[in-house]
């Protein structure tokens, strides 16, 4: 079983990436649970949301303290203490960051891998607005391949619609742009 | 049969349009809410031919839907926590003035302090109402739950709660089945019911019960909720039958030789079931019991079910301060009252206000259970993950 | 007094509905009254207050237009003389039988 750990800001999309993550890997036929640590939400405060992947029925119903990939949608929160916490030894981080991931292999000692993606700028040039959670939903897929690119495009039609077609230029050019490096080098 | 990913909430609203429900009267609540949004949706766009009532409060969401089900229409009304609360004396009428009303209870806690998340003390608070209480663990028995439901509630004449765990699985996506359109159609035919009220019938509904009739009254009720557990078994074998499920009253796990066992309602019991997957391996004589009836309860088959089980750990989700102990755990003790050799009972509290209960807690409660098979004797009440 | 049978629970209409309408018509409380409404008719103006306020309805409306008391269901509350704006209306204490 594959546990993510999404992080963000509100109006960044953070629980929406959790739950299209969670419906193209059930509609690629296999389990998915989408949840967040639901609060009193507002723009612009701290996000957690979570996906759990499998291939077998998900019973488990408790948090993901111990995830296997971190994803941050906010450059701004890349920083924040405690962001690694609970990480998998060798675990994977998505980060929406300008920085190259060989700036960051201090920062995420723990992570056998690293994947950066400037999903802000990515975001504003293809949306007009800084919602960063497609963007970097190209960059978990290049980083982890846990879901085919048609499959995460074909989710987005069903629940963006008329704006279907911007959000699968902003994960095509992020997946395209990601920078992925393994602790034994760049992939 | 078409499978996609839906939330707990979502999948409700999708079998509530399935029921080709005539009325739904209901006031938002979190995390009630993007259930009535999505059905005011379906009724908007035109998928489903309902009237959409928007009420001022959930006391007279649950009026009109009374006086809806009384003139013979299909009634849906969903809520949670201080909404159900509201509700309270409404929901009394609608059990003794024999309304089939299908509610969705998404379980969440009671203020104060104000808290949004998921316990269960808003449904126990209503144990007492007449209503027929149903709970589900993941948003696939949401759905098919809700259609049993309204079979259910318009065979017996009783109103039916359909609780599910608040944000657990009312908004988590997960992989959803929607049934077949036209075999949830044959199931729950739409048809008009008992038509009481009706401009050519002029019957009074409502009157005032005086100590000569109104005991008489009241075990009409009573004896309709009795008799309704032979019909719920046989609706629900009837549902299992059509849509290839498996739907019990109480749900066993690892029980054939269980040595102690955990018993919890709800989605809790999913990670109760991983855990006690792990102690199996290592050795360990553990089940799991999940109840799925809880009005009415199902306590013979539970005595069944617990034959020759040593200890049972019961997870209570609310508290009855000063009782002899926590709701769930009250009706496990007296339920098997009767045993000849009853097994040893352990009181947990768990998850209130939403605290996630971890697999280790899990393991905890497992281990106590075991302690207290193994030496026969139950300590008191354990708060799990109470700080002190 | 010999005890009534009230009906028992598998009798009742459920829910304790009245499946009757207007059942009311055959509860005979003419023997509620002490007082009972007398009108004098040549002081009534036809204004229809005694026939708003009665709580029984027990005013009735005769085809030529006077106003009587249907003693089957007056309870001799004497709203009605209160209501009587040309009081025309007494409460006459009933002769006992």
């Given at each position: 079983?594959?546990?993510?750990?999404l992080?963000?800001r509100?109006?960044?999309?953070v629980?929406?990436?959790?739950?299209?993550?969670?419906?193209?890997?059930?509609n690629?036929?296999r389990?998915?649970?989408?949840?967040?640590?639901?609060?009193?939400?507002?723009?612009?405060?701290?996000?957690?949301?979570f996906?759990r992947?499998?291939?077998?029925?998900?019973l488990?119903?408790?948090q993901?303290?111990?995830?296997?990939?971190?994803?941050?949608?906010?450059?701004?929160?890349?920083?924040?203490?405690?962001l690694?916490?609970?990480?998998?030894?060798?675990?994977?981080?998505?980060l929406n960051?300008?920085?190259?991931?060989?700036?960051?292999?201090?920062?995420?000692?723990?992570?056998g891998?690293?994947?950066?993606?400037?999903?802000?700028d990515?975001?504003i040039?293809e949306l007009g607005?800084?919602?960063t959670?497609?963007?970097?939903?190209?960059?978990?897929?290049?980083?982890?391949?846990?879901?085919?690119?048609?499959?995460?495009e074909?989710?987005?039609?069903?629940?963006?619609?008329?704006?279907?077609?911007?959000n699968?230029?902003?994960?095509?050019?992020?997946?395209?742009?990601?920078?992925v490096l393994?602790?034994?080098?760049r992939? | 049969?078409?499978?996609l990913?839906?939330s707990?909430?979502?999948?409700?609203?999708?079998?509530?349009k399935?029921?080709?429900?005539?009325?739904i009267?209901?006031?938002?609540?979190?995390?009630?809410t993007t259930?009535?949004?999505?059905?005011s949706d379906?009724?908007?766009?035109?998928?489903?031919?309902?009237?959409?009532v928007n009420?001022?409060?959930?006391?007279s969401?649950m009026?009109?839907?009374?006086?809806?089900?009384?003139?013979g229409?299909?009634?849906?009304?969903a809520?949670?926590?201080?909404?159900?609360?509201?509700?309270?004396?409404?929901l009394f009428?609608?059990?003794?003035?024999?309304?089939?009303?299908v509610?969705?209870?998404?379980?969440?806690?009671?203020?104060?302090p104000?808290?949004?998340?998921?316990?269960?003390?808003?449904a126990?608070?209503e144990?007492?109402?007449?209503?027929?209480?149903?709970?589900?663990?993941?948003?696939?028995?949401?759905?098919?739950t809700t259609?049993?439901?309204?079979?259910?509630?318009?065979d017996?004449?009783l109103?039916?709660?359909?609780?599910?765990?608040?944000?657990?699985?009312?908004?988590?996506?997960?992989?959803?089945?929607?049934?077949?359109?036209?075999?949830v159609?044959r199931?729950?035919?739409?048809?008009?019911?008992?038509?009481?009220l009706?401009?050519?019938?002029a019957?009074s509904?409502?009157v005032?019960g005086?100590?000569?009739?109104?005991?008489?009254?009241?075990?009409?009720?009573v004896?309709?909720?009795e008799?309704?557990?032979?019909?719920?078994k046989?609706i629900?074998?009837d549902?299992?039958?059509?849509?290839?499920?498996?739907?019990k009253?109480?749900n066993?796990?690892?029980?054939?030789?269980a040595?102690?066992?955990?018993?919890?309602?709800?989605?809790?019991?999913?990670?109760?079931r991983?855990?006690?997957?792990?102690?199996?391996?290592?050795?360990?004589r553990?089940?799991?019991v999940?109840?799925?009836w809880?009005?009415?309860?199902p306590?013979?088959?539970?005595?069944?079910?617990?034959?020759?089980?040593?200890?049972?750990?019961?997870?209570?989700?609310?508290v009855?301060?000063?009782?002899?102990?926590?709701p769930?755990?009250?009706?496990?003790?007296?339920g098997l009252?009767?045993?000849?050799?009853?097994?040893?009972?352990?009181?947990?509290?768990?998850g209130l206000?939403?605290?996630?209960?971890?697999?280790?807690?899990?393991?905890?409660?497992f281990?106590?259970?075991?302690?207290?098979?193994?030496s026969?004797?139950?300590?008191?009440?354990?708060?799990?993950?109470?700080?002190? | 007094?010999?005890?009534?049978?009230?009906?028992?629970w598998?009798?009742?209409?459920?829910?304790?509905?009245?499946t009757?309408?207007?059942?009311?018509v055959?509860?005979d409380?003419?023997?509620?009254?002490?007082?009972k409404?007398?009108?004098?008719?040549?002081?009534c103006?036809?204004?229809?207050?005694?026939?708003?306020?009665?709580?029984?309805?027990?005013?009735?409306?005769k085809?030529?237009?006077?106003?009587?008391?249907?003693?089957?269901?007056?309870?001799?509350c004497?709203?009605?003389?209160?209501?009587?704006?040309p009081?025309?209306?007494t409460?006459?204490?009933?002769?006992?039988?």
């Amino acid at each position: 079983m594959l546990e993510i750990r999404l992080h963000g800001r509100g109006g960044q999309g953070v629980v929406t990436a959790a739950e299209i993550l969670a419906t193209a890997a059930i509609n690629e036929g296999r389990f998915a649970q989408a949840f967040a640590a639901f609060g009193p939400e507002r723009r612009g405060a701290p996000v957690l949301a979570f996906t759990r992947i499998n291939d077998k029925e998900i019973l488990l119903r408790a948090q993901i303290y111990e995830p296997d990939v971190i994803v941050v949608l906010d450059h701004n929160l890349v920083s924040m203490e405690g962001l690694e916490e609970g990480l998998k030894s060798n675990g994977t981080v998505v980060l929406n960051t300008a920085s190259e991931p060989e700036a960051l292999m201090k920062r995420f000692a723990e992570a056998g891998r690293i994947a950066t993606v400037d999903a802000t700028d990515i975001a504003i040039k293809e949306l007009g607005t800084p919602i960063t959670n497609t963007a970097i939903l190209g960059a978990l897929l290049r980083a982890t391949g846990i879901v085919r690119l048609e499959t995460l495009e074909g989710v987005f039609k069903e629940r963006f619609e008329a704006y279907a077609e911007k959000n699968v230029k902003a994960v095509r050019s992020a997946y395209q742009q990601t920078k992925v490096l393994d602790r034994r080098g760049r992939s | 049969m078409k499978r996609l990913g839906l939330s707990g909430n979502y999948a409700v609203a999708y079998a509530v349009k399935m029921a080709d429900v005539d009325v739904i009267a209901a006031y938002p609540i979190t995390p009630q809410t993007t259930i009535v949004e999505k059905l005011s949706d379906f009724v908007a766009n035109g998928e489903l031919d309902a009237e959409y009532v928007n009420v001022e409060s959930e006391h007279s969401a649950m009026s009109a839907c009374v006086g809806a089900s009384l003139t013979g229409a299909r009634v849906f009304t969903a809520t949670s926590s201080q909404g159900l609360a509201y509700m309270h004396e409404v929901l009394f009428m609608a059990s003794a003035l024999r309304t089939p009303i299908v509610m969705t209870n998404v379980n969440r806690a009671l203020s104060a302090p104000l808290n949004i998340w998921n316990d269960h003390s808003d449904a126990m608070a209503e144990r007492d109402s007449g209503w027929i209480q149903l709970w589900a663990s993941s948003a696939q028995e949401a759905l098919d739950t809700t259609i049993e439901a309204f079979k259910i509630a318009e065979d017996v004449l009783l109103p039916v709660m359909v609780n599910i765990d608040g944000f657990i699985v009312s908004h988590t996506y997960e992989p959803v089945t929607l049934p077949d359109e036209g075999e949830v159609k044959r199931y729950i035919p739409s048809k008009p019911l008992t038509n009481r009220l009706s401009p050519r019938l002029a019957y009074s509904v409502g009157v005032v019960g005086p100590p000569e009739y109104y005991y008489e009254m009241k075990y009409q009720a009573v004896d309709a909720m009795e008799r309704s557990r032979q019909r719920i078994k046989e609706i629900e074998a009837d549902f299992n039958r059509r849509f290839g499920k498996d739907y019990k009253d109480i749900n066993a796990y690892y029980m054939e030789d269980a040595e102690y066992a955990l018993l919890a309602m709800g989605s809790m019991t999913g990670t109760a079931r991983v855990v006690a997957e792990s102690l199996r391996r290592r050795g360990e004589r553990a089940g799991v019991v999940s109840i799925r009836w809880f009005r009415p309860f199902p306590f013979e088959r539970l005595a069944e079910i617990l034959e020759g089980v040593r200890g049972i750990g019961v997870m209570d989700r609310a508290v009855t301060p000063g009782g002899p102990s926590n709701p769930l755990f009250v009706d496990v003790a007296s339920g098997l009252y009767g045993m000849a050799e009853r097994p040893v009972l352990q009181s947990f509290v768990a998850g209130l206000g939403g605290r996630d209960v971890s697999t280790d807690e899990f393991g905890m409660m497992f281990s106590k259970t075991k302690e207290a098979a193994r030496s026969g004797r139950a300590g008191p009440c354990i708060y799990v993950g109470l700080r002190e | 007094m010999s005890k009534r049978r009230l009906k028992g629970w598998k009798e009742i209409p459920m829910g304790g509905m009245v499946t009757e309408p207007g059942s009311s018509v055959e509860f005979d409380v003419s023997a509620w009254r002490t007082f009972k409404p007398v009108i004098d008719q040549s002081k009534c103006t036809k204004c229809g207050l005694c026939w708003i306020y009665c709580p029984e309805a027990a005013i009735v409306i005769k085809e030529d237009g006077r106003y009587e008391v249907d003693l089957t269901f007056c309870k001799g509350c004497g709203i009605c003389e209160r209501a009587c704006a040309p009081r025309a209306i007494t409460m006459v204490k009933e002769e006992s039988a």
